[in-house]
């Protein structure tokens, strides 16, 4: 993982020979999508899925599915791989993620998501070191709406 302005990146490898592609990982998103700079686009005559992702701050994916082998470095450092893991190859990307990234790694809890897509088997690990800490947690004892004071269950 790569830390970058607030947002984390993950590096992971699609297809023979390997591309490298370095993503926004993303727990809000399903789709793993990558940009495509070619001014070709997939063949058309083939049974193609598109798609269009939109997101909440204006950025936006739309492209092409496919399917491919995706490799992902363990902890170990030793890289697994994983066939016909289901993406997205966007022809037309505006994001508001800085230069690190060349797309979004879903890691969210859809059927889509690159988590769903490895499997019941895979057990997974802190993505990052926990130094620095960089998250906090506030407990909640009472809150009030319209002057009444709401039943918080424990």
């Known amino acids: 993982m790569v830390a970058s302005g607030g947002e984390y990146f993950m590096e992971i490898s699609i297809g023979t020979p ?4 370095l993503g926004n990982a993303d727990t809000g998103s399903d789709l793993t999508w990558i940009q495509t700079y070619s001014d070709k686009r997939c063949d058309v005559k083939r049974n193609v899925c598109g798609y269009k992702y939109l997101y909440g701050d204006g950025s936006f994916s ?21 066939l016909k ?14 230069e690190v990234g060349s797309g979004i790694i879903g890691i969210g809890g859809g ?6 897509q490895l499997g019941h088997n895979v057990v997974s690990t802190p993505l990052i070191d926990k130094e620095p800490k ?11 709406c319209w ?7 424990k």
């Open 111 to 116: 059927p889509l998501s690159l988590i769903s």
């Open 147 to 153: 002057k009444e004071e709401a039943s918080l269950h």
């Open 62 to 82: 739309e492209g092409n599915i496919g399917s491919e082998k995706f490799a992902i470095a363990l902890s170990t450092g030793h890289p697994v791989s994983f």
């Open 18 to 21: 390997k591309i490298k592609v």
């Open 134 to 144: 960089t998250f906090y947690y506030v407990t909640l004892e009472a809150t009030k």
């Open 85 to 98: 893991i289901i993406f997205g190859c966007g022809h037309s990307n505006v994001s508001l993620f800085d």
